[in-house]
């Protein structure tokens, strides 16, 4: 089988698409013989080692692979082959086949295509504890989102709508990506760019609501952009950290918290995914409840062929991706 394979770091030549060896699974494992995998923020910064969880050259990247049971190991109970399933692995998404625990690997509901299975994969499951898990989303609050255009903003969007909030707010630096955000279900767009986003966040959430500021704030740019989401949060609110892409890491006064009586949350999927906690099943299951209900619909930009997989990291570490970029491969079979 084919697979992405990553021999030395800031080098394109030493990334390749190579031939490897056919998977086998352990005794608690599936391999499935995949046919989408989508492309995640982690696979761009896998190019460059900036990505915390790489597991040491070479390897190779990909986190949300969907596909076929091909194989099973020999006290697997929860799935059988020729099951329709996503796999959530560390790494080694971006290859024909991937093997994993089968705790962490889900029934794909019929109806729903590879494609959009992928779609719903890592970006949605972070996005679903940072809204759900971690910030408590509860029906009628205001949520604001920043970086709302990418992967995980756009799902967290798209799921706070889903989930009965009540004015969803998405954050973008790109004003030309505000339709996009509207249509996942954003019913105001904050500008990132206007400038004196300490203040500014506040300002224009105020202006849409008439006074009242936000719940919950799920934040991954850093920078003025978790300043200002500070701000924009009511006594009682919570800051969801899921990273920052600005390149700028904030610090956040102690004493600011308390006068103001809100909660700091950090997140990351790396914990419940290392623990195979039963809240992964959980999640993936409502998530492609709602999908198949039509409440939540991935944004799929584009999707290309395996021997393309550079072009689409690149165009996703570029931010000319709005939404998910999807990787196709061995089977381009849809459900």
Known sequence: MRAVVIREFNNPDAVNLEEVSNLIPGAHEVVVDACACSVNYTDWMSLDGSYQNIPGLPFTPGKDSCGIVSAIGSKVTRHKVGGRVIAHVNDAGLAEQVVCHEDMTFPIPDGLSFEDAAGIGLSYMTAWFAVMDRGQLQTGHNIIVTGASGGVGMAAVNIAR???????FGAISNMEKADAVREAGADAVVDLS??????????QVRAVTGGPLCNVAVEMIGGEAFEGSLRALQPEGRIVVC???????????????????????????????????????EAQAKLFDLAVEGKITPRISAC????????????????????????????????
Request: proline fraction near 5%; avoid cysteine.
């Open 194 to 203: 206007a400038g004196d986003l300490k203040n500014g966040i506040r300002d």
């Open 162 to 168: 889903a989930m009965g909030a009540d004015t969803v």
């Open 243 to 281: 990273g920052f892409v600005s390149g700028k890491v904030p610090t956040a006064r102690a004493n600011y918290l308390l006068v103001k009586h809100i909660g700091l949350i950090g997140m990351t999927m790396a914990a419940p995914f290392a623990a195979r906690s039963p809240k992964v099943a």
């Open 304 to 335: 290309y062929p395996l021997e393309d997989y550079l072009k689409a990291i690149h165009l996703l570490g570029e931010r000319k991706i709005v939404g998910k970029a999807i990787l196709t491969m061995g089977r381009r079979e849809k459900g």
